[in-house]
């Protein structure tokens, strides 16, 4: 019976996470079954709206905390990289080469996530790149326009992406799925710690409204999206790949938060985006060169 309703629990806490950051029409129930309203704003959101979250029926409760769900964050990361993978498994054979491939499957992976991501990637290197004080960088952060620097970050991400996806469907359309999946859900594991143990650099933020994740919520997120990752990619890309593809992930995790503290003393919501965007991006480089 305790088994039924921690499963209950965790299959409400991804529907809730995933209407945060997906493009899934979640329904108001699983909000107001916690007695909570979905009436707030997600990391990485500069647009103000729920991140994608499109409910129903949810009327007004105390503001729903993203943060509470944090240790859901690497199965919506499997969610929303799932048409991503089928793609990859579907189109080689179908005839179109692995570039077209990974080309389709990245702009799937966008389409599932609104760009959140990709987002506040753009607003961190806009905001930190140009050598302002914190004050202004924090002020172009928060600006809706993209820049030089958020531009040049975002082609860089998409083309580096699309490629690492291609590369790996090169090799084999299997390993290419299973790549996509594992990096979703070790990315966004990734990002729950980064959340759960980086100080707040604004208190108004979005990811402060959000509701920061205890630090045991933002270390049960990292340890299941590892686990995660490691059981799909030691199939099929070898124990060694495996334990690096998560090694290298950490590493610069760790480097991007000491910047980040360096440059505006914590985290905000763009950089959550960011630090999924790097994790992301790392997993799939790792398991490109070492297969």
Known sequence: MNGLREAEAIFGATLRAAA????LSISGRHF?????TAAGKSPGNRDGEIGGARTSGASPAAPYR???????????GLIAAAPAAILLLVLPAAGLSPLVCGILALAALVAMTGALHEDGLADVADGLFG???????????HDSRVGSYGAIALILSLGLRAALL?????????????????AGAAARGAMAAFWALTPSA???????????PSRSRGRASLIVGLAIGLGLALPVAGPGSAIVAILVPTLVLV????????????QTGDCLGAAEQLCEMAVLLVLAATV
């Open 20 to 23: 945060f950051f997906t493009r």
């Open 32 to 36: 107001k079954s916690r007695g909570e």
């Open 66 to 76: 993203l943060g509470d769900d944090a240790h859901a964050f690497p199965l919506v």
């Open 131 to 141: 050598h302002q004080p914190r004050e202004r960088a924090l002020e172009i952060m």
């Open 166 to 182: 291609a590369e790996l469907c090169a090799s084999s359309p299997l390993l290419a799925a299973c790549a996509v999946l594992a």
């Open 202 to 212: 604004l208190d108004s933020g979005l990811a402060a409204r959000a509701g920061q």
């Open 255 to 266: 480097m991007f938060r000491r910047f980040i503290l360096r440059r505006i003393g914590g």
